[in-house]
């Protein structure tokens, strides 16, 4: 679910004229709580949040949870305390995957031009489906239906001239609705707005265009260009007023392969010792090595994430001089930005292993270094066997082991 503001005078209905509204956005209903709910239906009607422990964050909760404050990132203890009945539940990313994606699926039979923004997410654009299907509030109707028929959950449908009023639409349109704005309606809908709702106002933004006297995306349209390129710069600038303006020229793109594959850890209890961190490191990259190789990717470069116990979090990322799928090689990486990371004396709650970069292994011409050709380490290979004995009797059967460790950190 979306968490930009919305306004609060804007209107259910801006009109029913469809032409040049062929940018359609696709938001699951607060997703993860939501597939929870089908398969425990006497949930439903009571607040539910999807997270782990109370060291966790809250990954989803029911609109029912969110009446309390509740919302996604929110420290579990927090959550808790704002809505102690809550029932807690552990998420189940496979199953999340899996309705994702059908829906995606479904999503590209109606049109090629799909761009996913997450798991619950995506732009189409329908211009080529109009003649087979009808105009975009009947498709966007019909998906409606079609997800709540298959799988139980429900998505907002926002239909508009571009990107970012369909974006927005979605939103207004939350919980379970569907609302176009013709292209007519298009300046004054987005006039009805807070300026937070542009996309690039973060708090910082929005504190500097407060100090200006704006406050509304109204009041700042109605500011002259060069004042508000003098207030927050002259590219800043110039994308909001124009966004202010409803003009967003950036088409949907069709994606064709993931953009990264992660894994990260909170920890049950906040970590000091380096043994502890480096040893939970090594197993996230076995982890994201191990996926890169079932999905046939290599990746380009190796992140990192850490959070102290104060909850500041930090990232570092580097690039290979080569793509790799091997735990060691990205192991390696990861251990000297882990290094790098200066964590101020504090304990470590969470730390993440992201590959980032990735294409395709088959056709990727990989180059031999002078000292694997004269001592061949066998990494892959060795990994390769690791896969076959977990997919025969499970992944917690074996692991990389802390000889591997203590050799890759001198």
């Avoid at 009109?15 to 993860?32: K, N, Y």
């Avoid at 639409?169 to 009805?192: E, N, Y």
């Avoid at 990232?315 to 990205?330: C, G, K, N, Y």
Wanted: charged share 25%; net charge positive; glycine share 8%.
């Amino acid at each position: 679910m979306s968490n930009a503001p919305r306004s609060a005078t804007a209107k259910r209905d801006w009109g029913s004229d469809e032409t040049g509204t062929s940018i359609m956005h696709v938001d699951m209903d607060a997703f993860f709580a939501a597939c929870e709910l089908t398969r425990r239906p006497e949930l439903r009607g009571k607040p539910v949040i999807v997270g782990g422990g109370d060291r966790g964050v809250v990954l989803a909760a029911t609109y029912e949870a969110r009446a309390f404050g509740v919302h996604s990132a929110l420290p579990m203890r927090q959550a808790m305390a704002l809505c102690p009945r809550a029932v807690v539940v552990p998420p189940d990313h496979r199953l999340y995957s899996e309705v994702s994606h059908s829906v995606m699926g479904m999503m590209k039979e109606i049109t090629p031009i799909v761009e996913p923004l997450s798991i619950d997410e995506a732009f189409l654009d329908v211009s080529g489906a109009r003649r087979r299907l009808g105009p975009p509030t009947v498709i966007g109707a019909q998906l409606r239906a079609r997800v709540q028929q298959t799988h139980g959950v429900t998505c907002s449908v926002g239909i508009a001239q571009n990107k970012f009023l369909a974006k927005l639409a979605s939103t207004h349109a939350k919980p379970d609705g569907l609302l176009l704005v013709p292209k007519d309606a298009s300046v004054p809908f987005v006039r009805t707005l807070p300026v937070g709702a542009l996309w690039g106002v973060g708090e910082k933004t929005a504190t500097t265009l407060h100090r200006w006297g704006i406050t509304t995306v109204a009041e700042l349209a109605d500011t002259d260009l060069t004042i508000l390129q003098g207030a927050i710069g002259r590219v800043a600038g110039a994308h909001l007023h124009n966004l202010a303006w409803a003009r967003d020229p950036r088409p949907v793109v069709v994606s064709t392969s993931e953009k990264s594959i992660s894994n990260e850890t909170t920890f049950h209890e906040d970590v000091f010792d380096i043994r502890v961190l480096e040893g939970r490191l090594l197993a996230l990259c076995d982890q994201v090595a191990g996926r890169l190789r079932s999905h046939g990717w290599v990746s380009r470069t190796i992140a990192i994430k850490v959070r102290t116990s104060d909850f500041h979090t930090v990232s570092r990322s580097r690039t290979l001089p080569e793509p790799t799928d091997v735990a060691q090689v990205v192991f390696r990486a990861v251990r000297e930005l882990f290094g790098a990371v200066d964590t101020r004396g504090l304990p470590v709650r969470l730390v993440g292993v992201r590959a980032e970069g990735l294409v395709k292994r088959e056709g990727h011409a990989e180059q031999i270094t002078l000292d694997e050709a004269i001592n061949p380490s066998g990494e892959r290979e060795a990994e390769i066997a690791l896969d076959s004995v977990r997919q025969k009797f499970g992944r917690k059967s074996i692991a990389l082991g802390t000889s591997r460790l203590q050799a890759a950190r001198y």
